[in-house]
């Protein structure tokens, strides 16, 4: 594990891996915690990953030199960021201004193609 950090509404936790993924877990109350997702596409080390305000998306930083977006609800990847020449081994969502506009999040990392590449791996 390389990384793990928690939704803002506390409901999920998401780890980053060097085997290129990144683990959804869902948290039944207490310290009962299930695995729900194995979030697969990278190519490389899965660094680091930052939830929406709203806790619905996941970006996801790779050194494959590309950013992901994650439906945390489905499981299933919503863009791929691919612009990057370097891999990208942080990243973060700044979407807090955008809700309060009415408007969606938007991944850091900067620009890039779209696709959608990636998938998961339902679990239980």
């Known amino acids: ?6 939704s803002p509404d ?5 780890t980053t891996s060097s085997d290129h993924s990144t683990r959804l877990w869902h948290c039944a109350g207490g310290l ?12 490389r080390w ?8 709203d806790s619905s998306y996941l970006v ?9 977006l994650w439906s945390v609800a489905s ?11 370097k891999g990208v081994t942080a990243c973060a969502l ?6 309060e506009q009415g408007g969606g999040g938007g991944a850091g990392g900067g620009g890039g193609g ?4 990636g998938q998961a791996t339902p679990e239980g």
């Not at 594990?1 to 928690?6: D, K, N, T, W, Y």
């Open 32 to 43: 009962d915690w299930s695995l729900a997702f194995t979030l697969q596409g990278h190519q």
């Open 75 to 85: 499981g299933a990847c919503v863009r791929t960021y691919a612009a990057h020449s």
């Open 94 to 99: 700044g979407d807090e201004f955008q809700e």
């Open 114 to 117: 779209g696709g959608q590449e």
């Open 46 to 53: 899965v660094w680091d990953a930052a939830f929406s305000a």
């Open 10 to 14: 506390a409901r999920v936790l998401a």
């Open 60 to 68: 996801t930083a790779s050194t494959d030199c590309t950013a992901k």
């Open 1 to 6: 594990m390389l990384s793990a950090r928690i």
